[in-house]
């Protein structure tokens, strides 16, 4: 039997079985630049993850890589525990999300949702009750008879959803589904998606550019840069223990404060920088809402104040560099003034200005 076939088949027989996915030194080379470095990290079945980072740093690369849609230029991928780096998509075992929904114009709901299913000749009783129970579990079983255009883009990313359901694929991977979406739908969204996940318990790749998509939803984050993976942890140790310069400025709304020790100590700071290592070679950062005001402290120049209703944030200068303070309600403040600032030593975070990853662990 063709290898493909035969892992295809054993994915048929395990039905909704929760399935790994794993990454080993894969790579992806476009003429001689790397878009995807040997990079490693491995999805537990029936897990979310997300793939975090800014445009450009191989997410969505990576993404095709697992589906089959582009070839690997070295490395492993293993779906289940097994190789699957050279089987086509067809012979994966999972179902894809796109962030363009990739719905067809002249086709209605039903026949959107059921048309993969078609392709494949399952049979008319079978895709009638896939059909029926995906409508169910989206709430669009009053809509099978519309047409896309008449659909909200809540709707259509809802029907995106629902082809993967009916595939029963136990891997679904999802290119930042919810980017076309406005605010208010993104964060329903969110919730809907998460849901639908834990309830048919899919092994779940999710990439997105949007860090508080992956960290409300995620059971894991693989924050990539340059294509490389610079963090892979859950949310809440991305967001306490970044474990370089850029994971703490990219993750938290707004980012945490990085800046040169010798500016706060030069601007009237205190701290006290870890044993043993040189001042001038060391970054200090803090989070917004650690930041403390007094009468006196480490002296920063107010540039702007921005005022969010439960929160003030207060954009300032130290030494030239840029701060951010954030305090619970209305700071009556101006541009030009003078305020100090406290820093609580057991809420800095520190980092090698050269390597730019953390020094001390907490």
Same mark, same amino acid.
Not at 6 to 22: C, H, I, K, P, T
């Given at each position: 039997?063709?290898?493909?076939?035969?892992?295809?088949?054993?994915?048929?027989?395990?039905?909704?079985?929760?399935?790994?996915?794993?990454?080993? +030194?894969?790579? &992806?080379?476009?003429?001689?630049?790397?878009?995807?470095?040997?990079?490693?990290? @491995?999805?537990?079945?029936?897990?979310?993850?997300?793939?975090?980072?800014?445009?450009?740093?191989?997410?969505? +690369?990576?993404?095709?890589?697992?589906?089959?849609?582009?070839?690997?230029?070295?490395?492993?991928?293993?779906?289940?525990?097994?190789?699957?780096?050279?089987?086509?998509?067809? &012979?994966?075992?999972?179902?894809?999300?796109?962030?363009?929904?990739?719905?067809?114009?002249?086709?209605?709901?039903?026949?959107?949702?059921?048309?993969?299913?078609?392709?494949?000749?399952?049979?008319?009783?079978?895709?009638?009750?896939?059909?029926?129970?995906?409508? @169910?579990?989206?709430?669009? @079983?009053?809509?099978?008879?519309?047409?896309?255009?008449?659909?909200?883009?809540? %709707? %259509?990313?809802?029907?995106?959803?629902?082809?993967?359901?009916?595939?029963?694929?136990?891997?679904?991977?999802?290119?930042?589904?919810? @980017?076309?979406?406005?605010? %208010?739908?993104?964060?329903?969204?969110?919730?809907?998606?998460?849901?639908? %996940?834990?309830?048919?318990?899919?092994?779940?790749?999710?990439?997105?550019?949007?860090?508080?998509?992956?960290?409300?939803?995620?059971?894991?984050?693989?924050?990539?840069?340059?294509?490389?993976?610079?963090?892979?942890?859950?949310?809440?140790?991305?967001?306490?223990?970044?474990?370089?310069?850029?994971?703490?400025?990219?993750?938290?709304?707004?980012?945490?404060?990085?800046?040169?020790?010798?500016?706060?100590?030069?601007?009237?700071?205190t701290v006290s920088p870890p044993p043993g290592l040189d001042p001038a070679g060391l970054a200090l950062g803090i989070r917004p809402e650690h930041v403390g005001l007094g009468e006196s402290g480490v002296a920063a120049d107010v540039v702007a104040v921005e005022y969010l209703g439960a929160d003030t944030l207060i954009e300032a200068r130290i030494d030239g560099h840029f701060f951010i303070v954030k305090r619970a309600g209305k700071m009556r403040l101006t541009a030009g003034e003078t305020i100090y600032i406290t820093l609580s030593q057991s809420a800095?975070?520190?980092?090698?200005?050269?390597?730019?990853?953390?020094?001390?662990?907490?």
């Amino acid at each position: 039997m063709n290898p493909c076939a035969g892992y295809f088949f054993a994915l048929r027989l395990v039905g909704s079985r929760m399935v790994s996915v794993e990454l080993r +030194t894969v790579t &992806k080379n476009w003429g001689g630049t790397a878009a995807v470095d040997g990079i490693s990290f @491995s999805v537990e079945g029936g897990r979310l993850v997300a793939l975090l980072g800014p445009s450009g740093c191989g997410k969505s +690369t990576t993404l095709r890589l697992i589906a089959g849609l582009e070839d690997t230029s070295g490395g492993t991928i293993a779906i289940g525990g097994h190789d699957v780096t050279h089987a086509p998509p067809s &012979k994966r075992g999972i179902a894809m999300v796109f962030q363009n929904y990739a719905l067809f114009p002249h086709l209605s709901v039903a026949e959107n949702i059921l048309f993969g299913l078609k392709v494949r000749k399952v049979s008319r009783a079978d895709r009638d009750t896939r059909l029926a129970r995906a409508a @169910s579990i989206l709430g669009l @079983s009053g809509l099978l008879e519309r047409k896309p255009s008449q659909l909200s883009g809540g %709707q %259509q990313q809802r029907v995106a959803l629902g082809r993967a359901i009916v595939a029963e694929a136990p891997v679904c991977l999802m290119d930042e589904p919810l @980017s076309n979406l406005d605010a %208010q739908l993104r964060v329903e969204m969110r919730r809907e998606i998460r849901e639908l %996940q834990q309830r048919l318990g899919m092994t779940m790749v999710y990439v997105t550019h949007d860090q508080v998509e992956a960290m409300t939803m995620a059971d894991q984050v693989v924050l990539m840069r340059n294509g490389r993976i610079e963090q892979d942890a859950p949310p809440d140790v991305l967001y306490e223990t970044p474990e370089t310069i850029f994971a703490a400025r990219f993750v938290g709304t707004p980012p945490m404060n990085v800046l040169p020790l010798t500016a706060v100590l030069a601007k009237g700071g205190t701290v006290s920088p870890p044993p043993g290592l040189d001042p001038a070679g060391l970054a200090l950062g803090i989070r917004p809402e650690h930041v403390g005001l007094g009468e006196s402290g480490v002296a920063a120049d107010v540039v702007a104040v921005e005022y969010l209703g439960a929160d003030t944030l207060i954009e300032a200068r130290i030494d030239g560099h840029f701060f951010i303070v954030k305090r619970a309600g209305k700071m009556r403040l101006t541009a030009g003034e003078t305020i100090y600032i406290t820093l609580s030593q057991s809420a800095l975070h520190w980092f090698d200005l050269a390597s730019e990853r953390r020094v001390v662990r907490d």
